[in-house]
């Protein structure tokens, strides 16, 4: 069953400013990939989703992979904002690692399922994706480790290695918490994760 036929195609509508429909565009593209992935997707089906004809898709889009790039794209940077927003937030480090753990069960508990395309997907044998992939969770790293290293005083790239375990964590386990059917409560698994991450963390004391 395709995405059309699970849900009812948006009628057309009138005439949008382009911004406005790209987005549209990248919504029903969203619900397409993430109900099909990519290989069973079809561009009309995305385009019946829009409620757009196919020549408007490809007016924006000049193929499948370029609007899944699109897509992925606009979600990595979702996800490296939310750490980022996680990581002001506070200035007490230990808050700093419960608020970074939040971002990551937020960004999957997320209506849309939009993670399962940066985590989950069905394309990482394109390199063009692999490398956004890669590089969204080395990004979300970086912003971490000079926090680590500032903790603890670890070498650059000891603190480094630390912040890709720290975000490994909360990725797996938000990942693990929202498959296994959020039996614990999000504020529980979070606190749960983050008092983990922490106790690793403060092992690692600063040498005087």
């Not at 919504?27 to 995305?46: C, L, N, P």
């Not at 990551?104 to 940066?118: I, P």
């Amino acid at each position: 069953m395709t995405a059309t036929e699970q849900t009812e195609a948006r009628p057309r509508g009138t005439r949008l400013p382009r911004r406005a429909r790209r987005n549209q565009l990248l919504g029903a593209a969203q619900e397409v990939f993430v109900a099909q992935g990519y290989h069973a997707a079809a561009m009309d089906d995305i385009a019946v989703r829009a409620g757009v004809s196919k020549p408007v898709l490809y007016q924006h889009f000049p193929g499948k992979l370029e609007l899944y790039l699109a897509l992925l794209d606009q979600h990595c940077e979702a996800l490296v904002q939310a750490v980022r927003r996680a990581l002001a937030s506070t200035n007490d480090n230990k808050q700093r690692i419960a608020a970074t753990m939040d971002a990551y069960f937020s960004y999957v508990e997320h209506e849309g399922g939009a993670f399962r395309l940066v985590f989950e997907s069905d394309l990482t044998n394109e390199p063009s994706v692999r490398e956004r992939v890669d590089q969204v969770s080395l990004d979300c790293a970086k912003l971490v480790s000079p926090l680590i290293s500032e903790d603890t005083d670890l070498p650059e790239d000891e603190s480094m290695l630390l912040a890709v375990s720290l975000c490994g964590l909360a990725q797996i386990t938000a990942r693990h918490w929202l498959s296994s059917g959020r039996g614990i409560p999000r504020e529980t698994a979070k606190n749960l994760t983050a008092a983990l991450a922490w106790r690793g963390i403060a092992g690692f004391p600063k040498q005087n």
